[in-house]
Nanobody, 122 residues
Framework: QVQLVESGGGLVQAGGSLRLSCAAS????????MGWFRQAPGKDREFVAG????????YYAGSVKGRFTISRDNARNTLYLQMNSLKPEDTAVYSC???????????????WGQGTQVTVSS
């Protein structure tokens, strides 16, 4: 079992950067594929980025590719999301999640953090 806690959200101007962190508890963190999702007010939760348990294979939503970078440090049980060139439309609650297989579908992730708010002002 994995417990996840996000941090690093906040308010930033358009064009700025933020780095989100997701601290995991449990000794099996390295066995899970990890993902970042976001949900804006009035919208469905959407996939942002994912990384395989062997951290050499990453994948992104088209809307963030080239601006966001997902990474993980299995020794520190931590997942990261570096967000650059932020836009107002990136405003959302960002959550990390763990899955036993590679997927972009939120319902297939078994474990979730509580989320952290990211607000991008224009």
């Amino acid at each position: 079992q994995v417990q996840l806690v996000e941090s690093g959200g906040g308010l930033v101007q358009a064009g700025g950067s933020l780095r989100l962190s997701c601290a995991a508890s449990g000794r099996t963190f390295s066995s899970y594929h990890m993902g970042w999702f976001r949900q804006a007010p009035g919208k469905d939760r959407e996939f942002v980025a994912g990384i395989r348990w062997i951290a050499g294979d990453t994948y992104y939503a088209g809307s963030v590719k080239g601006r966001f970078t997902i990474s993980r440090d299995n020794a520190r049980n931590t997942l990261y999301l570096q967000m650059n060139s932020l836009k107002p439309e990136d405003t959302a609650v960002y959550s990390c999640a763990a899955s036993s297989w590679v997927t972009r579908i939120a319902s297939e992730y078994a474990y979730w953090g509580q989320g952290t708010q990211v607000t991008v002002s224009s």
